[in-house]
């Protein structure tokens, strides 16, 4: 297997991997450890390959939002239909940081994309704190921000176009909120990283509601900066995981008029750390 990362900050395609060996798996395992979002093209696989493949990264998280699958409760679909205008996931975000315990990944698996576009976009978030000054990386070390669904998939939420065709759902299920380190230590790798996002994060603890806007605007401005992200370009077929607690990503809605599928399952994380208890 050859491993070519995609840029300087994060990503690798690999390039002889099959998903359904099982012995390719720890060089797979390895290369996300190291660059947080893995690309394998060309994957000829079932919806059982995929959760198998899922599982050995751990238990799956079953998404409460997001269309299931026929048949496969565990395979969230990832749809926009040509005559559709919002693509799900279209602003940066990181899945599942509502939840206590974050996922750890996501395993994403295009059936159908458009001619041209609807391409993903990944952030590093350990390369985006590594950037900040060292006074801002120590004023936000002992931070905790909270993040919540509720407004991203609650009953005030029932009107999106998403919801109304049915693409997003179970809107009454949408009570989670969490507290996590805005600095994590992350749990593979021990490097330290940003840990908001735009979507979910609600707010900081224990500044101002102003205060904590204009930080965490000043941090959102900072992360989308080209020198921090990868770009993934699909083929039907192809397979990229990401690492929820290293990255952000966001799918470019580029491509209206053309139909976009995917399949995409995620796998259960751990309690996240902050710096202190590094
Ligand atoms: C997602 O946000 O999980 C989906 C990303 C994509 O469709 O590219």
Redesign the pocket.
């Known amino acids: 297997m050859d491993i070519l990362p995609l840029t300087g900050s994060l990503g690798a395609e690999i390039i002889g991997a099959d998903v359904r060996r099982a012995e390719d798996f720890d060089t797979i395992f390895a290369a996300f450890a190291k660059y947080s979002v893995i690309v394998l093209r060309g994957q000829t696989i079932t919806p059982d390959d995929h959760l198998a493949f899922a599982r050995r990264f751990g238990p799956i998280n079953v998404n409460r939002f997001f269309k299931p699958v026929d048949g496969y409760p565990e395979i969230a679909t ?1 749809l926009k239909e040509k005559d559709q205008k919002a ?3 279209e602003d940066w ?1 990181t ?1 599942h940081s509502y939840d206590q315990v974050p996922a750890l990944g ?1 395993i ?1 698996h295009a059936i159908e994309v458009p001619p041209v576009g ?3 976009l990944f952030v590093s978030m350990g390369a985006a704190y590594e950037a900040l000054s060292s006074v801002m990386r120590g004023f936000l070390e002992n931070l905790t921000a909270v993040h919540s669904s509720r407004h991203v998939f609650g009953v005030t939420t029932s009107d999106s176009e998403a919801a109304r065709t049915g693409r997003l759902g179970n809107a009454e299920a949408a009570t989670q909120d969490a507290r996590h380190p805005v600095v994590l230590t992350h749990p593979l790798s021990g490097r330290r990283g940003l840990y908001v996002n735009p979507v979910f994060t609600t707010h900081i603890e224990g500044l101002s509601e102003a205060g904590s806007a204009v930080v965490l605007s000043a941090l959102y401005r900072h992360c989308q900066k080209p020198e921090f992200q990868c770009r ?1 370009r ?1 083929q039907p077929g192809d397979i990229t995981i990401w690492d929820n607690r290293a990255t952000w ?4 809605n580029d491509y209206h008029g053309y139909r ?1 599928l ?1 399949h ?1 399952v995620t796998v259960e994380g751990v309690p996240l750390a902050g710096v202190l208890a590094a």
């Open positions: 990832v693509a799900v996931g975000h899945d996501s994403l609807g391409d993903t993934v699909w990503h966001k799918a470019i976009r995917m995409r």
